[in-house]
């Protein structure tokens, strides 16, 4: 660590945010400063009579090799470090997040859907488990090739296109249960800066007009330096427009064509190139150094390439990111080709809430590691509800044994609190492992099996003690860390919904309680029968038998009503299993 004593310095306090502070007297105490932007150093300022003003600065080490692809986290201080090398990157307390949102000229998929639910996943696990504030940036290209070409087709105009498939995305997403970023931005909002932005990089020497009016970027500029996120080589870019010096060459500013929408600009009227957009908007909230860069593993060459060449050429630094994430592609079964609208072979994230609901997807996204590719088909998305469904009927069952609605044998608590710690220590580790939640969702299924086999039912209690806090702890850790990765274990719903909701949660409690008092009342043991009986075996009333067999058609009656009712013994328990469409 790197220090240095810089007597009577006047610092700016804006630009840092007060940690905590040590007061040894009135007039003497010592502040450790966190900085508001990960550009600037970590600082302890000291203030003492008789003494000149002291900062110690920690200056984190340089990272000039290259962005990386995986995150590890140091579980001790909730830092950082590259995994190729081991040097530790101090985010401290936050970090600076952009991601590349939807080109807005149809209905949102489910291989959007994917993307953007991992992601979700991944901030809310930085958020909740590592307490990082995740400052989450994402713009919405509402200018661009594929919208003009669609709009000219529905005969409208691409901004009212445009706004018409946002709303739509923002309502995905939400039914999707995933959080917005602090802010969306759109390109057509960010024309000014966009056009200051190429000014920039075209005056430090990394990018030339055209006679046409277009702007190129200047790969040959900083060829040593292209090609950070993967070894491209001669890889050929954008196609043969007139006046490019170089096939990697990317479009900066596009000159205005017939019925094209355009704005004005030093070098004629034209729109924005892709790749520019991205640099401007992160830039214009970041400045200088971005944290987290995630997207689609297709945005990593070209897309996620040309920002980083924008980015360093505009502030003349080594490194602009940090981390670039990429989640891997979801295909449909059989085929190696990726969702994609290109390929007409997508769902649509409204079809598919028809048939499953957001929790059930969380799950399906969480048996997969966000890196790799993930299969969708009936048969992958029964293992996600299945999955779902042990860990509802395991809530259940752990509530009603803490309420001594379920009679077991006698639990071995001093096992499960031992395993309830092992499965904490082994998730935490998971997720600090590049969000490895395929693994952290195996130890909690573990966790659950282990404890449903403690569970089991006998029809008399008498003298056997009873252990209903360990499942509580168990139950409240497996809500939090569900909530951490967005699966709402309590199906909470808005306003009217949640009435209703409660509403028939009571209702069916009421009958299933009616129920059980029938049913122990059928199953009462006929004494004066009984004596009669060679060796002295019990019988039921005959008489009450038609009740049993009633209670029994109103539980599979039930069933299909999506309420599960299990006898246990003369205890009964229920659920009700969530419907389908429930979370539209």
Known sequence: MHTAFLPNLHFQPHLF?????????PSCYILLLLPLSSALNLGVYIQCPGLCHIVLVWTPPTLTKRPSSKIQINRESHLFSLCDDGRICPWLLKAARYSCGPTVYDHA???HACSYVRFDILQRTLSKIFGINVIHVMVITDIDDKIIRRSLEEKVSPTVLARMYEEDFKEDMLALKVIPPVVYMRVTDNIPPIVAFIERIIKNGHAYATATGDVYFDVGSISHRYGKLMSMGETVGESEETGKRDSRDFALWKAAKPQEPFWESPWGPGRPGWHIECSTVASSVFGSQLDIHSGGIDLAFPHHENEIAQCEAHHQCQQWGNYFLHSGHLHLKGSAEKMSKSLKNYITIKDFLQSYNANE?????????????????????????SSLATISSFTHDAQAYMKGHLLCQPIDEAVLWQRLASTQTTVRAALADDFDTPRAVDAIMTLIHQCNCQLQTVTKTTGVSRSPAVFGAVLGYIRDMMEVFGVDLLDRKDSGGADGSRVLETVVEQLVNFRSEVRNFALEVDESAASGV????????????PLL?????????????????????RTSTWEIARSRRDED
Do not use: W
Request: with cysteine.
């Open 109 to 111: 998929h489910l291989g």
């Open 534 to 545: 060679q060796g002295g075996r019990k019988r039921l009333h005959a008489d009450r038998q």
């Open 361 to 385: 997807f969380r799950l399906f996204c969480l048996l997969t590691k966000y890196r790799s590719g993930i299969e969708y088909s009936d048969r992958s998305m029964s293992e996600a509800r």
């Open 17 to 25: 945010t007060q940690v905590s502070a040590l007061y040894l007297s």
């Open 549 to 569: 067999k009633a209670c029994d058609t109103l539980r599979k009656d039930l069933a299909p009503l999506g309420v599960n009712v299990k006898d246990r013994g």
